[in-house]
Each structure stands twice: as structure tokens, then as C-alpha cells.
């Protein structure tokens, strides 16, 4: 996995009307969609997207993981409160980097209340996922301190969805890559023309 990458994950509905560039979205889970953004997003903003997302289907989320120093998951389903999610971090002792975060999910203290309250509204919100998990296995996740890539994993683990750690490929790019194709494509016809 890259050190910076963020992911919406999203209840599938035919015909929804998303957001660039989620209609596109591979399958992630049963029922399911999810991708990598293109670029990293502000937490404001990656909290906007699924947001919107949400008023369109039945719910959502977001993820995001900033390299060694914490992950961020908002969860949101229709017609309820977002759950906002820190993991990975040392609520006792928390570094620099992570206090707008802390603030953005209302941590407060040593968040020992909050590590119950978060686990408990996302073991709610699970209900929507492909895997419904329980408080007591989301507390154990974000109530851990240790932070590498296991910590997200985990969490998507619980919830029963599998996000593709390649970010969707630019516009501008996928451009180059279809001329190249028909380059590739006009020099292999000029070919086989030859040898007839």
C-alpha cells in the first residue's frame, strides 16, 4: 500500500447519480463499490464526498490513511449521525500531526469514552456493510495505539470490504494510454497488411 492514499467505499444502487469518479467504482464487497481517490483530499472535503454520496444512496465511507502517523474514517449512512473514526494513535500522548484530526472526531482527553461511543455508532452503522461487526471487535481497533497499515486493514476487515490500493489513473492520463494504444494498434495492422 502507498504511504498517502484515501478510498469512499459506497452501497451500490444502479443508476445513482455519484460524484466523479464513483460510478466507475470496482466491486469492494458484497453489494458494494469502492476506489481510491486521485489525489489526496483535505478531511473536510473527503468528508463532503461521502456526504453526498450518502444522500444518493444508503450510505457510505470514507477512508484515509496520512503514512505512519494515523488513519481517518468517516462513516455515514442515510438519515443518520457521521461516525468519525481516528486510528492508530496513542490517545494519551498524541503527536503534533494528529491533533486537527482528533478535533475534526471529538476526541477529547484520553478518548477512553470515545474509543466506546465511536465502536459502539460504527457497529450501528455496519448494519449497511457487507459484514456486519460487532462494538466489542471495533473497540479492539479503535482503541489500539499501534499504528502501521494493519490498523485500516483491520477495520476493513470487520466490515467485510476489500478497497483497491490503486488510485484511479488521471483523465489526462488515460489519454496517453489510448494513444498509445492506437499507435500500437495502426503499427501491428501495417504489419499484418505487409505479409499478405
Known sequence: MDQHLQWVAYR??????????????????????????????????????????VAKLDAAIGLARSGQDWSYAIAASRGGQPVRLVLGVDLASPSETTEETLVRCGITGAG????????????????????????????????SPEHDASALEALLDLLGIDL????????????????????DGDAQKRRWFARR
Open 112 to 143: 477512553k469514552r470515545w474509543s466506546k461511543v465511536a465502536a459502539r455508532a460504527v457497529a450501528a452503522w455496519s448494519e449497511h456493510a457487507p459484514r456486519v461487526a460487532t462494538a466489542a471487535e471495533l473497540e479492539r481497533v479503535v482503541s
Open 12 to 53: 451500490d444502487a444502479p443508476g445513482a447519480m455519484l460524484r466523479a469518479p464513483l460510478p466507475s467504482a470496482p466491486e469492494v464487497g458484497l453489494g458494494w463499490r469502492g476506489v481510491a481517490t486521485r489525489r489526496w483530499l483535505p478531511l473536510d472535503q473527503l468528508d463532503d464526498l461521502v456526504l453526498d454520496t
Open 164 to 183: 483497491p490500493v490503486e488510485p484511479i489513473p488521471d483523465v489526462h492520463d488515460l489519454q496517453s494510454v489510448a494513444r498509445d494504444r492506437l499507435v
